[in-house]
């Protein structure tokens, strides 16, 4: 699918992973120490538009990630010449269907990613440190409302401001 009213608008597509003319399927088996090997599905873009919006679906019609693809990016005066999609969303879905996770990446750099329960609802927000994506602070909901924030100043070391103090 292509969308382009003006000349100066993003040229939008939606993309379907199955779609072999699109993407390149690769089955492969990945080993973790002390973890059983696991089958891993691995989809490369075929011939990338740059510049162009993409909306990519899996097989089950549910949107797996959205953004700009850049064939070339400057940050902080670097040029990355790899292809990608330097400022994106990423969604995680569960087994049932539900959407578990949406995360967030700036500059090609990890941004957020926000947890969603059974119900979709929002439960929590962990912000990672642009350079190093170490934790930065984490927002905990309840109801969809803010609970508290905890401010990570280490690993595994953070304290904790209750929402309204």
Known sequence: MYFKEHSHDIDTLKVYQNDTAVFRKEEMIVKHPE?????????????????AYYFIYNEKKQLVKEGEYTAQYKY???TYDQGD???????FYKENGNLETIHYQED????????????????????FHKKTSDT???EVYKKE???????????????????GE
Do not use: H
């Not at 999609?85 to 969604?91: G, L, P």
């Open 108 to 127: 090609g750099r990890n941004l957020k990613t926000e947890f969603f329960d059974r119900d979709k609802q929002l439960t929590k927000i962990r912000y």
């Open 145 to 163: 409302k803010l609970k508290e924030t905890r401010i990570y100043k280490g690993f595994n070391t953070y304290y904790t401001v209750k929402a």
């Open 85 to 91: 999609f330097y400022n994106s969303k990423t969604y």
């Open 76 to 78: 902080e005066g670097i």
């Open 35 to 51: 973890a059983k090997p696991k089958l891993t599905v691995r989809y490369e873009l075929i011939n990338p538009k740059d510049g």
């Open 136 to 138: 930065d602070k984490i």
